[in-house]
């Protein structure tokens, strides 16, 4: 989650942003510790909680293999006895179109369902639509604060940080430094390291307190030992630019390494940056344009007008085939094999999805009318029945593609374990 963005580009300097695009993420609950038989046996005995966390195990493919449509049958079954955490697992399905087709109408009624009976991941992932302003939900900041402010008060740490967000950047309510840092410090009590993040961007910035660098530092060290890739990159840029510290190349590009090998675009951005400009090493083309590509490849402005600006000084002075040698730096491949499994898993949930809508369309077409005598009706099922057949022939090859991708993932994986170990793939 971004909450806070460096604009590292091609000038040297950065631009402070109060606010940023905000990416969520949501995963969910894990499942009991039971074996997939005994909860097997207590989901078909109508058991809510089982059903719930069976579909868990199909979701995940923890102690089962990975099945969107049955973790979508366990989870409705869950949902339609009212448990609202099954609620919230199929609108977050249908949010990001995992096994489910992208329906936001969907996600924001069964967001609402489980929210309106208190349940505080439910309440922060609707105030998440509201603030995100998607297809079929309005953008209304004060509904978003208000859902946020619910999940809060149930000590939900994303729900605290995010509260703390809207007063840093005045979304529905006056900016408020001061409270800001107050709902951070609270989020990061309860071991929200985006928090943590935060506080450390608002100590640099001297916002709503005295600037001070070294407790920005010190909170961005923290947020980075709990996993925050962003906080990761934040250190490096100090170390590259001296902020407060004495310059460092190397300790940034170690700080950049780290926050690349979780995906960081930005640190991506900087490394090219390094490797262009000879900061702390030997000026290396090849490296450079490998990651500005890695980094435009995930969509980062910067990364995307460095690599075009780059791409054109090398066409003009004729080191351009040179630069597109392939980049063997281990830290390079780690990256890479980061942006190849997200890749992956992102065509997988996409192609489930598209089968499962393929199914709900067959299933409309052979139900529709049944116990019904007109005539209309029994010409639309005689009819029918020929394009439900397509429909889950194409359902049939988007789980054959799926299937195909994870056999890939599965061996990109397992190559990073063999290089973890030291085993040469």
């Given at each position: 989650m971004r909450l806070r963005t460096r604009a590292t580009v091609a000038s040297l300097f950065w631009l402070a942003m109060p606010c940023a695009v905000r990416v969520r993420a949501q995963q969910p609950v894990s499942s009991q510790n039971a074996?997939?038989?005994?909860?097997?046996?207590?989901?078909?005995?109508?058991?809510?909680?089982?059903?719930?966390a069976l579909a868990?195990?199909?979701?995940?493919?923890?102690?089962?293999?990975?099945?969107?449509?049955?973790?979508?049958?366990?989870?409705?079954?869950?949902?339609?006895?009212?448990?609202?955490?099954?609620?919230?697992?199929l609108g977050n399905m249908y949010e990001h179109?995992?096994?489910?087709?992208?329906?936001?109408?969907?996600?924001?009624?069964?967001?609402?369902?489980?929210?309106?009976?208190?349940?505080a991941l439910a309440e922060y992932n609707l105030g998440s639509l509201f603030e995100d302003g998607t297809r079929g939900v309005k953008r209304d900041y004060k509904q978003a604060l208000e859902w946020y402010r619910k999940a809060a008060e149930q000590n939900l740490p994303q729900a605290e940080k995010q509260v703390g967000y809207f007063y840093q950047c005045g979304y529905g309510v006056k900016r408020d430094f001061a409270q800001a840092r107050a709902w951070y410090l609270r989020a990061a009590n309860h071991g929200d390291f985006n928090a943590?993040?935060?506080?450390?961007?608002?100590?640099?910035?001297?916002?709503?307190?005295?600037?001070?660098?070294?407790?920005?530092?010190?909170?961005?060290?923290?947020?980075?030992?709990?996993?925050?890739?962003?906080?990761?990159?934040?250190?490096?840029y100090i170390f590259q630019y001296g902020t407060?510290?004495?310059?460092?190349?190397?300790?940034?590009?170690?700080?950049?390494v780290k926050a690349a090998a979780q995906g960081n675009s930005d640190a991506e951005n900087q490394l090219g940056w390094m490797y262009q400009f000879g900061q702390g090493v030997e000026p290396d083309n090849a490296e450079a344009l490998s990651w500005y590509q890695l980094s435009a490849n995930q969509g980062n402005i910067h990364g995307e007008n460095n690599?075009?600006?780059?791409?054109?000084?090398?066409?003009?002075?004729?080191?351009?085939?040179?630069?597109?040698?392939?980049?063997?730096?281990?830290?390079?491949?780690?990256?890479?094999?980061?942006?190849?499994?997200?890749?992956?898993?992102?065509?997988?949930?996409?192609?489930?999805?598209?089968?499962?809508?393929?199914?709900?369309?067959?299933?409309?077409?052979?139900?529709?009318?049944?116990?019904?005598?007109?005539?209309?009706?029994?010409?639309?099922?005689?009819?029918?029945?020929?394009?439900?057949?397509?429909?889950?022939?194409?359902?049939?090859?988007y789980h054959e593609e799926a299937a195909q991708l994870r056999e890939q993932l599965a061996r990109i994986e397992d190559q990073g374990k063999s290089a973890a170990s030291g085993h040469t793939p």
């Amino acid at each position: 989650m971004r909450l806070r963005t460096r604009a590292t580009v091609a000038s040297l300097f950065w631009l402070a942003m109060p606010c940023a695009v905000r990416v969520r993420a949501q995963q969910p609950v894990s499942s009991q510790n039971a074996s997939t038989g005994s909860l097997l046996a207590q989901a078909q005995a109508d058991d809510a909680q089982a059903q719930f966390a069976l579909a868990n195990r199909y979701f995940g493919g923890v102690d089962a293999p990975q099945d969107y449509a049955q973790a979508v049958f366990w989870y409705r079954k869950s949902s339609d006895q009212g448990f609202a955490p099954a609620q919230n697992q199929l609108g977050n399905m249908y949010e990001h179109k995992f096994g489910l087709p992208r329906d936001y109408k969907r996600a924001l009624a069964y967001y609402r369902s489980a929210a309106n009976q208190g349940y505080a991941l439910a309440e922060y992932n609707l105030g998440s639509l509201f603030e995100d302003g998607t297809r079929g939900v309005k953008r209304d900041y004060k509904q978003a604060l208000e859902w946020y402010r619910k999940a809060a008060e149930q000590n939900l740490p994303q729900a605290e940080k995010q509260v703390g967000y809207f007063y840093q950047c005045g979304y529905g309510v006056k900016r408020d430094f001061a409270q800001a840092r107050a709902w951070y410090l609270r989020a990061a009590n309860h071991g929200d390291f985006n928090a943590e993040n935060q506080l450390g961007y608002m100590a640099e910035e001297g916002w709503g307190q005295p600037q001070n660098y070294a407790e920005a530092l010190s909170w961005f060290y923290k947020a980075a030992e709990h996993g925050s890739d962003t906080a990761a990159e934040n250190i490096g840029y100090i170390f590259q630019y001296g902020t407060g510290v004495q310059r460092d190349y190397a300790r940034a590009m170690s700080w950049y390494v780290k926050a690349a090998a979780q995906g960081n675009s930005d640190a991506e951005n900087q490394l090219g940056w390094m490797y262009q400009f000879g900061q702390g090493v030997e000026p290396d083309n090849a490296e450079a344009l490998s990651w500005y590509q890695l980094s435009a490849n995930q969509g980062n402005i910067h990364g995307e007008n460095n690599l075009q600006t780059f791409t054109d000084d090398l066409m003009d002075s004729g080191e351009y085939q040179d630069a597109t040698l392939r980049v063997t730096d281990p830290a390079f491949v780690q990256a890479q094999r980061w942006a190849d499994i997200q890749d992956l898993r992102s065509r997988m949930n996409g192609l489930e999805g598209d089968a499962q809508e393929q199914e709900d369309l067959a299933y409309q077409l052979e139900h529709t009318g049944k116990g019904k005598n007109d005539a209309i009706t029994k010409i639309f099922n005689a009819v029918g029945s020929v394009p439900a057949a397509n429909y889950h022939a194409n359902a049939a090859k988007y789980h054959e593609e799926a299937a195909q991708l994870r056999e890939q993932l599965a061996r990109i994986e397992d190559q990073g374990k063999s290089a973890a170990s030291g085993h040469t793939p």
